[in-house]
């Protein structure tokens, strides 16, 4: 027996593709308007910076040569079709699932396309205090950090049990 696509979770594919064209059009904004290691303090605690990051989260690998680029990606592809797979098996009314799912995939995409385009992921928010500064990153890990919290939350809410759903 086929599912519809709409009683899926891929009914909600739609916000990966918002979360894509948001992070892809704040890079281009930064590389379009800024140059590599140019900064602008937007707010106390938080500048524009922008960088180029050729490795993972915190810059991990980053002065491996470039065969990371590949990794990373590989990885990314990796995470994005179990996601994807998850959705379809899920049923579309899984909502927190079914958002954060799209989040991560939308952020992993948009980072995937500036590592296959680039060869270097685009990085320009700068969260610091005082002397200390965060690592930067973009909007892209965002989304994929607020969809993984999403994620833990899901699993520590409560779900109707099976004797409650008898007892009504």
């Known amino acids: ?21 948001v992070d892809l ?5 930064i590389m379009g308007n800024f140059q590599l290691g140019e900064s602008m303090p937007l707010i106390p605690y938080l500048n ?5 990051n050729h490795g993972a989260a915190f810059s991990f690998l980053a002065d491996k040569g470039g065969w990371q680029r590949w990794f ?7 995470i994005v079709v ?3 797979v ?20 939308g952020g992993a995409l948009g980072n995937l396309f500036d590592r296959l385009y680039h060869g270097f992921v685009v990085d320009f928010i700068d969260f610091y205090v005082g002397n200390w500064h965060f690592a930067t990153f973009n909007l892209a890990d965002s989304f994929i950090c607020v969809g993984a919290a999403m994620v833990v939350l899901e699993g520590f809410l409560a779900k109707p049990s099976e004797a409650t759903k008898s007892k009504g």
């Open 25 to 29: 059009g704040s890079k281009f904004l």
């Open 48 to 52: 524009l910076f922008y960088a180029q």
């Open 86 to 105: 998850l959705m379809y098996r899920g049923s579309a009314k899984q909502k927190l699932n079914n958002i954060a799912f799209a989040m991560i995939i």
């Open 1 to 21: 027996m086929s599912k519809s696509i709409c009683s899926t979770g891929l009914r909600w594919l739609w916000l990966a593709v918002v979360v894509i064209i």
């Open 82 to 84: 179990a996601l994807v």
């Open 72 to 78: 990373f990606a590989l990885i990314a592809l990796v």
